[in-house]
């Protein structure tokens, strides 16, 4: 999410703004929608097409997002985060193992 902020605030300041608005903007743009969906419980695609109107700059920006392939990337970012946790998580319990075992093995020879 911090990276999106980071996006929007680049692309802001592409379009001319100072940086320190630009980022204001992103991150009031996401606080925003967030709180939107969390407040009413809306679906996020019922939302989307609640403020996108025909021919807009929502639904220009939908269509940039869905052609460089923004919910692949997304998806597959999660993807590798719960990959790269599970893989942490074994690491951790196998190290727990073997504190436990050395700690065993020392208890024993004492």
């Given amino acids: 999410v911090f990276l999106f902020i980071e996006a929007l ?3 802001g ?5 100072a940086r320190p608005v ?3 903007l992103a991150a009031q743009t996401v606080k925003g929608a967030a709180a939107m969906q969390l407040a009413t419980k809306t679906h996020p695609g019922v939302l989307k097409d609640q403020v ?3 021919a807009g700059t929502t639904i220009a920006g939908v269509e940039a997002l869905e052609r460089h392939g923004f919910r692949y990337a997304a ?3 999660v993807a590798a985060a719960h990959h790269r ?3 942490m998580g074994k690491a951790a319990a196998a190290q727990t193992v ?3 075992e050395d ?3 020392a208890s024993s020879t004492s």
């Fill in 52 to 54: 996108t109107s025909p």
């Fill in 98 to 100: 073997r504190s436990k």
């Fill in 85 to 87: 946790a599970t893989e």
């Fill in 75 to 77: 998806m597959s970012a």
């Fill in 103 to 105: 700690k065993s093995s």
């Fill in 22 to 24: 630009a980022l204001e």
């Fill in 9 to 11: 605030a680049d692309a």
């Fill in 13 to 17: 300041v592409k379009a001319g703004l």
